[in-house]
Structure formats: structure tokens, C-alpha cells
């Protein structure tokens, strides 16, 4: 069975500071997706990365991919208020009996506070 | 908006019964998967469908079924509930998740079992 493990579970922070959340598993995953979920509405997918040690920006956020592909990381600069939600890690199966599977980190609830 | 659709939008129903959750993906779609979402257990991948075909399956109760119609669309049916399968279900649809595509989320159905 693959899992991903995410941490930290619960993030509270003051607005401006920064932040990372780590996104390990065991196994290699042909690329890893991180999502933003808000209440009431579905997953939003935020960036996909595909090769080992790939590094890829979204205005504040840096997402790192492992040079293994087994784990990944963001980074939030400088947080702000509209930056809370849930983050979560996906690793995707390009092989096998699990092609297509998406499977899920249990999450980061990020809390940023004025 | 995503695309997908999902009704009903809230269930309310009673242990032993069984009900069918119902998801459209986004046109073009050929991949529709289901995941139950609760908060100690974090988003679970139950089952996906390609074209019809049944292409991965996760941890999906004996209970539970689920089948990908010629329009696309696609069913979940959970019989002889329990109040543990209480849970959010969303659908999510894509093109082609194992290619690093993005897979979209619908809205979810939040199914209480009393």
C-alpha cells in the first residue's frame, strides 16, 4: 500500500511569515500534485511536479520535488490571510494495476492570522 | 466552477438504508474517480473509472459500488449504511491524471447517516 505522510498536520501562523509543509512516502510516484481545498468545495489543483529535483513557483509558493520522487515540499513566503485552507499532497501511479490512481496526503490545515 | 457535477449536494438517511451518489465529469473527461473524505481517515481513494471500465480500485467497501455509464457519467452506490460511512464523497474527473494532468474535483456530496 502507498502512503503519503504530510506535516505538520495543523499550521497556525501571523501573517508574514513563512512556511513549509513536507509531503514523504516510500515510494516513487510518477509525479506529485499539490491541491488547496476550502470548506465546502473540492480539491483545486495548484501545481503538478514530474522530474526529480524539479522546482516550481506560483507567485509566493515554491513546490520542490524529491531528486527520488518520493517526497516534495511547499514553501508559502511571506503568508497572508487568504492563504488559509487545507494543502494537500497527491502522488500519482503511472504503471501497473494502479495507473491513474491519485493517492492522498491526510493534509496541512494552514491558518493565517492577520 | 470545475466542470464536474455532483448531486445530491446533502444526504440525510438512516442506517441500513442505501443510496446512490451521482457525478457528470467535464466534457471531454474519460476518467471519473471517487473518494470518500472524512476527518480522521483524510480523502480515500475508492474506485476509478476509465471509458467505461473499471481501472483502479482503492479501498472500497463490499458495500459500496460504483459504474461508469456510455454518457460518461458515473454512480457510487453505498447500501446497508453505517453510521461510519458518514463522510464527504467527491468525484473527481480528467483526462489523464497518470500524464500529470489535473484532476478535477467536484463540489461533493455530504452524506449523514443517522
Known amino acids: 500500500t502507498q502512503l503519503l505522510e504530510q506535516s505538520p498536520q495543523f499550521l497556525s501562523i501571523q501573517e508574514g511569515e513563512n512556511l513549509t509543509v513536507y509531503c514523504n512516502s516510500s515510494s516513487v510516484f510518477s509525479s506529485l500534485q499539490w491541491y488547496r481545498q476550502e470548506p465546502g468545495e473540492g480539491p483545486v489543483l495548484l501545481v503538478t511536479?514530474?522530474?526529480?529535483?524539479e522546482v516550481k513557483k506560483l507567485k509566493r509558493l515554491t513546490f520542490q520535488f524529491g531528486d527520488a520522487r518520493k517526497d516534495s515540499s511547499l514553501h508559502i513566503t511571506a503568508a497572508q490571510p487568504g492563504d488559509t485552507g487545507l494543502y494537500l499532497c497527491a502522488g500519482v501511479n503511472a504503471g501497473g494495476t494502479s495507473y491513474g490512481k491519485l493517492t492522498f496526503g491526510q493534509g496541512t490545515i494552514l491558518t493565517v492570522h492577520p | 466552477d470545475s466542470g464536474v457535477t455532483q448531486t445530491p449536494k446533502h444526504l440525510i438517511t438512516a442506517t441500513g438504508q442505501r443510496v446512490t451518489l451521482r457525478c457528470s465529469p467535464r466534457?471531454?473527461?474519460?476518467?471519473v474517480y471517487w473518494y470518500q473524505q472524512s476527518l480522521d481517515q483524510g480523502l480515500q481513494f475508492l474506485i476509478q473509472?476509465?471509458?467505461?471500465?473499471?481501472?483502479a480500485k482503492g479501498n472500497i467497501l463490499e458495500r459500496f459500488s460504483a459504474q461508469q455509464f456510455p454518457d460518461l457519467h458515473s454512480e457510487l452506490n453505498l447500501s446497508s449504511l453505517e453510521l461510519g460511512d458518514s463522510a464527504l464523497y467527491f468525484c473527481?474527473?480528467?483526462?489523464?491524471?497518470?500524464?500529470?494532468?489535473?484532476?478535477?474535483f467536484g463540489q461533493g456530496t455530504r452524506l449523514t447517516v443517522v
Open positions: 473527481a474527473s480528467s483526462v489523464d491524471i497518470a500524464g500529470g494532468r489535473e484532476a478535477f
Open positions: 466534457s471531454g473527461d474519460l476518467s
Open positions: 511536479v514530474v522530474t526529480g529535483g
Open positions: 473509472y476509465y471509458n467505461g471500465e473499471e481501472r
